[in-house]
């Protein structure tokens, strides 16, 4: 074994009843690199990150760090002998301070008191060495999440000696913000850090890795060094069997349409202060128009004022020529809005509630308390939608919460077309769901448009709307700056409106 | 049948039922003679029609305490709404008919559920915080109507509820039975339950799917609230009297306790009406048989206490879970 690996695991397996999450797998991790683990959902990434960390005891199989052979028992023995973690779920306490969440488990004392100083001082000192420069007295809630998740792992780094692993860190960062977190990432990498990195995202870790390992469906496919290996190359091994060829990913762009309908929707100086400002957007029948933006640039704030979850301070909406001024979600429900929200687990589902009663509550909400649907209309619907958009469960009984991601999302989406929508709003349809299930919700979206139904598609992911758009809107800083239409949608053209912005900036582009 | 058995078995209503079913077993042993039922008069007597007649008030407002909690909530002010309607029907009956007193009483709950709904829903103040504030209230309130004395009710019309006989059987088991088929309906049959379970699991969720969370809130205390009256009307009329400061004390834990027996989570989400009803009968008959079998009054709080900690363990999957596997290993 060479010097440079410090972290192994070699035939390691583990069963749960019925499914055989990891067999015989082995993985090297070198000091002074970025390791990308990928694989798509029920690949056994996650199983094999938590039998490193000591969440879950391997049924058979070795892990080795720096020669010596470990069996951590609880992520904190993992901890103490060097393997840092930080989870999706940022983990820190948001009602105590920075400096308090970094040194939490090991205050710094001194006379048997807390030393608040020393504790401070030594809080900021790691911040910046990650170039993070805030207050360590405020509490971590007054943050953002984009500096929680750097909080997180500047206490990670700190308590490492050697592996930091981290889980899907950038699917709440703009890009913006992944490009911090990369610089910080190489940053580590020269002082010598060995970094797993998870990630959906095929151009970051195109972008970051050194070597990347790829898992398929609990077995090893194989070690690459990633200068060697190509974005299709990549698929293709992930998703392995099922060979999904670039037809099937919809990676050919749709022809956008220049539309000419009548116009659905029409706000009218909409503004809700501090979290978008005043913005005229129409909407035709049967487009698809698409929202882009940074994190945090107002994209989801725009569509909650439109389905009425927040209600604005000024401003209208006209549906079918009928003007409104308070909106909130049944009445946009019966106006013919459905709003797939971003967050699906705080926003989209209700765990205890089976896939049957996931899917008719939108339905019924419209209908009101009183024209129940009887159980038997309500198991046809379900039926029909679980058939119709492929998700994939042996009851819709069963409860929602069993479900992936992907099956997840298409339960939500199941629970608004059954409203029979004229708009269907898609605030980040395919964040955190694997490739596979990824192209099959895109590919559902497409057909939809070309049924004729009218969608407003959010998403971070430029190529998403280039691909599916008949016309984009800009928006930076809460306000809406621009927009491209027809061909003019290229994702270099939405870039340079986000990062430049301005209607001039746009006209430029396009004339 | 065997997945039938299983099923049954993992079912919420399976601990309580076989709860229910042990104290049974152990009073049929302990107690010569507790499953005597006489008729006399036309009309059952006997200990079990003794338990089922003095369970009626926590059954109904276990019923309404279960909604609540299914909405994530919870409501300790019962008691005290139940004293305010008892002391209102039996001042109002003095000088009313009984209709005018039956329907003032009510409507003191609906009140009480109004106010409740309002802080808890539309102000959002947390509703241990909100409904505490009419807990301690409350009573004051019944005082203030019954002046400090305990009222006397001469109303045989009025003692009928809460203590007459109906085809042999106490009347206010019929209230009880009729508030339950109404609730279930209410629950099982519009889409109430549905949005009540799902306004339980996630609020969010619910809200983006349309559903008008504030009021589902609402509507949940003023069924509380109602539920305590009835719970009210039935304790002044079986013992002929109000009295502000003892009536339903403590009903409100009782209540609380017979929600969480029955199967339905504190946190909220999925609710089980029948499970309460299993419950509230397990409770009273404890209550009954601790007095039955002469245990000192200064205990009877123990010993009820140990019986419920059993309980709970036996319904925790994870108690189960360490058992089963300690039985494993030994294996």
């Known amino acids: 074994m060479d010097t440079t690996t410090i972290l192994k695991a070699a035939g390691v397996s583990k069963f749960f009843p019925g499914v055989k999450a990891l067999s015989k797998v082995n993985f090297t991790l070198r000091r002074g690199e970025i390791h990308a683990l990928m694989g798509e959902n029920g690949a056994g990434k996650s199983t094999l990150i938590k039998v490193m960390t000591g969440v879950q005891k391997p049924n058979e199989g070795t892990i080795l760090f720096n020669d010596k052979r470990i069996s951590p028992k609880t992520p904190q023995e993992a901890q103490n002998i060097g393997i840092s973690t930080v989870y999706q779920e940022i983990n820190l306490c948001p009602n105590i301070s920075v400096a308090e969440n970094i040194f939490i488990g090991r205050l710094p004392k001194k006379n048997g008191k807390i030393d608040w100083n020393t504790m401070n001082e030594q809080a900021k000192q790691i911040l910046e060495r990650l170039h993070i420069q805030i207050d360590v007295s405020r509490l971590v809630s007054s943050y953002s999440i984009a500096i929680q998740q750097m909080i997180a792992i500047a206490r990670a780094v700190d308590m490492s000696s050697g592996v930091l692993i981290l889980d899907e860190p950038t699917s709440s960062l703009d890009s913006r913000e992944v490009q911090e977190l990369f610089k910080i990432m190489r940053k580590l990498k020269n002082e010598g850090m060995a970094i797993i990195f998870v990630s959906h995202f095929l151009k970051q870790v195109f972008e970051i890795s050194d070597r990347m390992t790829v898992l398929r469906n609990g077995l090893l496919v194989g070690e690459y060094k990633t200068s060697e290996l190509t974005q299709t190359q990549l698929v293709a091994k992930m998703v392995g069997g099922t060979s999904v060829t670039s037809e099937e990913l919809p990676n050919k762009r749709r022809k956008p349409r220049v539309m000419e309908g009548q116009t659905f929707l029409k706000t009218n100086g909409l503004e809700k202060h501090g979290s978008i400002e005043a913005f005229d957007l129409a909407i035709r029948t049967g487009e698809v128009i698409g929202i882009a933006g940074l994190l945090g640039s107002g994209r989801t704030e725009m569509a909650k004022l439109i389905f009425g979850i927040d209600q604005a301070d000024q401003g209208n909406i006209t549906i079918d020529n009928n003007m409104m001024t308070l909106m909130y979600p049944r009445k946009a429900i019966k106006n013919g809005i459905a709003f797939c929200p971003e967050d699906r687990k705080v926003e989209g589902v209700v765990e205890d509630l089976t896939i049957r009663e996931n899917i008719v509550l939108a339905l019924q909400a419209k209908r009101g308390y009183f024209s129940y649907m009887p159980l038997k209309k309500q198991c046809q619907l379900a039926q029909k939608y679980i058939d119709l958009l492929k998700i994939k469960t042996p009851s819709m009984e069963q409860k929602i919460g069993n479900l992936s991601g992907g099956n997840q999302q298409k339960v939500i989406l199941a629970r608004w077309l059954t409203t029979n929508p004229k708009l269907l709003i898609l605030d980040e349809p395919t964040r955190g769901i694997d490739i596979g299930a990824k192209g099959e919700i895109r590919r559902i979206i497409l057909s939809l448009a070309a049924e004729g139904m009218t969608i407003l598609l959010i998403s971070s992911e430029l190529e998403e709307l280039v691909r599916c758009c008949d016309r984009v809107v800009i928006l930076r800083d809460r306000s809406l700056i621009g927009q491209l239409e027809g061909d003019g949608i290229t994702e270099t053209k939405i870039m340079k409106l986000i990062g430049e912005g301005g209607v001039k900036a746009a006209n430029e582009d396009i004339g | ?331």
């Not at chain 2, 629950?187 to 109430?192: D, I, L, N």
């Not at chain 2, 010993?303 to 319904?315: E, F, G, N, P, R």
């Open chain 2, 1 to 331: 049948m065997k997945t039938l058995v299983k099923r049954f078995a993992q079912s919420k209503m399976f601990w309580p039922l076989i709860a229910l079913i042990c104290i049974i077993i152990i009073n049929l042993i302990l107690i010569p003679g507790f499953f005597d039922i006489k008729i006399y008069n036309g009309h059952l007597f006997g200990s079990p029609i003794d338990i089922l007649n003095r369970m009626t008030p926590l059954l109904i407002i276990s019923l309404g305490m279960t909604l609540v909690i299914a909405k994530e909530g919870i409501d300790i002010s019962v008691g005290s709404v139940l004293a305010i309607s008892a002391t209102t029907a039996a001042t109002l009956i003095q000088s009313h008919s009984i209709f005018i007193a039956l329907l003032a009483a009510i409507g003191v709950g609906v009140l009480c559920g109004i106010w409740n709904g309002v802080l808890v829903a539309y102000i959002g103040v947390n509703p241990m915080v909100g409904t505490l504030i009419l807990m301690t209230v409350g009573r004051g309130i019944a005082q203030l109507i019954s002046n400090g004395q305990i009222i006397t009710v001469h109303s045989k019309a009025y003692h009928f509820i809460g203590a007459g006989y109906l085809l042999g059987f106490p009347f206010s088991v019929f209230v009880a039975v009729v508030c339950f088929i109404l609730l279930y309906f209410l629950m099982r049959k519009t889409a109430m339950g549905l949005f009540l379970e799902a306004v339980g699991g996630n609020q969010t969720s619910s809200r983006f799917a349309g559903i008008n969370v504030k009021k589902i809130m609402f509507i949940v205390y003023v069924v509380s609230g109602i539920c305590a009256a009835i719970a009210g009307i039935l304790i002044s009329s079986n013992v002929n009297s109000a009295d502000a400061n003892n009536a339903g004390l403590w009903i409100e834990l009782d209540a609380i306790l017979a929600v969480v027996i029955g199967g339905t989570s504190m946190s909220g989400g999925r609710f089980y009406l029948g499970g309460t009803v299993v419950a509230a009968l397990f409770i009273q008959t404890i209550t009954t048989t601790i007095y039955t079998m002469g245990i000192p009054p200064e205990t009877v709080m123990v010993a009820k206490a140990v019986i419920v900690i059993i309980v709970c363990l036996l319904q925790s999957n994870a108690f189960r879970e360490m058992f089963m596997r300690k039985k494993a290993v030994e294996v």
